[in-house]
């Protein structure tokens, strides 16, 4: 059993058809079928259960299955670390970022970064904080950055300063002109328009004050409800950070008096897994 054939039986698992793994794999289905019953000769059980048009795996083919995965992942990291040894603080860090991080992100923490370390490339995936989550958890990037709240626990963290939910709305939605702050209850029966990374955030809070909000609109995208807010379509609540993120020539803030919808950026990694020095000095730079 080897590295290869690991590759090709996880391929097989994942895409549930011989034919569908050899074509991805760039191989004709003869041979890859004759390395999966090389593998369960070798092993002495059958890893698959053969069907016309799927094959499944066995109860011992998802014990390999999860093991091979452990095991090529350990061997990713094995090469990256190699290659961190010889390249020094060169190479490319892949980070996940939520939609909301952009502005506080790239000025001036990522400036002085690529000026410290100009041998640096990234790879950047965008996402909600779940997203980023998943993308860390299959070890697709090193480096998640996303909003409170969150579970802690798989993750070593690094916090930002914490900052207030904000109302953008347009002068002709604002009842209290005069005002730079509003409370929850104020917000009662107004049309709001919700980034969905914190719809459930936002309902308990405002449960806890026995409030119902009126969704106007929910987004997975707090540029989203920046543009439906310019509109003048309803109010929308998000970081107060990501206000600059999207067209906002006709909006004004207010910030919202209410503790629980306070939340802060934050860059997570994995515990128990290879951290590449690359993404240290990234960890250690980050503030």
């Known amino acids: 059993m080897d590295i290869r054939q690991l590759l090709y039986f996880i391929t097989v698992a994942e895409e549930g058809q011989i ?48 093991r091979a995965q452990q095991i090529i992942n350990l061997s990713d990291s094995t090469l990256r670390e190699i290659k961190d040894f010889k390249e020094g ?36 995936y965008d996402g909600n904080t779940f997203k980023i989550i998943d993308l860390l958890t299959k ?39 005069r005002r730079d702050t509003v409370s929850l209850k104020e917000l009662d029966d107004k049309p709001l328009i919700i980034y969905r990374r914190f719809d459930q955030l936002v309902q308990d809070t405002c449960a806890a004050q026995n409030m119902t909000p009126t969704i106007f609109c929910r987004s997975d995208d707090a540029r989203t409800s920046l543009l439906w807010a310019n509109a003048g379509l309803g109010m929308a609540i998000l970081p107060q950070s990501a206000f600059t993120l ?7 803030v207010k910030i919202i008096d209410e503790p629980r919808l306070y ?25």
């Open 263 to 287: 939340t802060r950026l934050t860059a997570i990694w994995m515990k128990n897994r290879y951290f590449s020095s690359l993404a240290e000095k990234f960890i250690e730079a980050f503030s």
């Open 19 to 66: 034919t569908a793994a050899a074509k991805k794999l760039h191989m004709a289905q003869p041979p890859l079928s004759q390395q999966m019953k090389h593998l369960e000769d070798e092993l002495g059980v059958a890893l698959f259960k053969r069907g016309s048009r799927q094959t499944e795996l066995t109860d011992a083919g998802k014990i390999l299955f999860r």
């Open 89 to 124: 603080v060169y190479g490319t860090l892949s980070i996940g970022m939520v939609s909301s991080s952009g502005s506080v992100i790239l000025r001036p923490f990522m400036q002085q970064f690529h000026r410290q370390y100009c041998g640096v490339r990234f790879e950047v």
């Open 139 to 177: 070890g697709l990037i090193e480096i998640g950055i996303v909003r409170t709240p969150f579970n802690y626990e798989p993750f070593h963290y690094k916090f930002l300063s914490e900052e207030p939910m904000v109302l953008a709305l347009t002068d002709e939605l604002d009842w209290c002109p």
């Open 246 to 252: 999207a067209t906002h020539s006709r909006l004004h």
